[in-house]
């Protein structure tokens, strides 16, 4: 696909030079016809394949992977599933596609998801290189992570259903349904993301 856009671009400005120079003897009608494929229908050819193919290469973690101020969330994905890190559990147990489990997480399940993922991508490149890229340790999402994108799968599993702490007291679980009772709160699922910086934070604290 790379190479197919770079041909396709290379092809329009040998066109459009072409025209400039006068090289193509041609009349009215038929430099009328080339100007507009060239000028007009290739670039919009040209940008919706651009579109589609980087729309679909964003959602993949080696994406994510190449910002060094991912570096260490890439990296959670991989660490022992036993820590309970609610990435590296789903990661490495499938629960998510592997390939784009990024995507899959940080994407709200709402009709404007996807685009609003988008529009957040936007906004890391403007902080990234107006303000200064961040550490791992200050990344924070935007707006809290809500249940709905967790119970979307887990909330009418039965492990879920039958899990303790799920049921710690009468009306707990009406609270996490109801968003009430947030899965990422202290004491609960607070470690989507165990990062190298906050494991040796935890050591300090420990010892």
């Given at each position: ?18 025209i400039?120079?006068g ?10 016809l ?6 007009g ?54 629960y ?6 990024c ?16 529009m957040?991508?936007i ?5 990234y290189?107006?303000?200064g890229?961040?550490?791992p ?27 303790p ?18 899965c990422l709160d ?19 604290e420990?010892?």
């Amino acid at each position: 696909m790379v190479w197919l856009l770079a041909a396709l671009a290379v092809a329009d400005v040998l066109l459009i030079v072409a025209i400039i120079q006068g090289w193509m003897p041609m009349g009215g009608f038929a430099r009328k016809l080339i100007g507009f494929v060239v000028l007009g229908l290739f670039p919009l050819l040209w940008g919706g394949a651009a579109f589609s193919y980087n729309f679909n290469r964003i959602k993949n973690v080696e994406f994510c992977a190449t910002c060094h101020t991912m570096s260490e969330h890439v990296a959670s994905l991989k660490i022992p599933d036993e820590t309970m890190a609610l990435s590296a559990l789903h990661y490495q147990n499938n629960y998510v596609p592997q390939e784009t489990a990024c995507y899959f997480c940080h994407t709200n399940y709402t009709w404007f998801g996807p685009i609003q993922g988008k529009m957040n991508g936007i906004r890391h490149i403007y902080v990234y290189y107006f303000k200064g890229p961040p550490e791992p340790a200050d990344l924070h999402i935007y707006t809290p992570y809500n249940n709905r994108d967790c119970l979307r799968c887990h909330g009418k599993a039965k492990r879920w259903n039958t899990q303790p702490m799920h049921n710690l007291r009468a009306g707990f679980k009406d609270d996490i349904l109801s968003g009430k009772q947030r899965c990422l709160d202290s004491g609960c699922h607070q470690d989507a993301h165990l990062t190298a910086s906050k494991i040796k934070a935890r050591a300090e604290e420990d010892w």
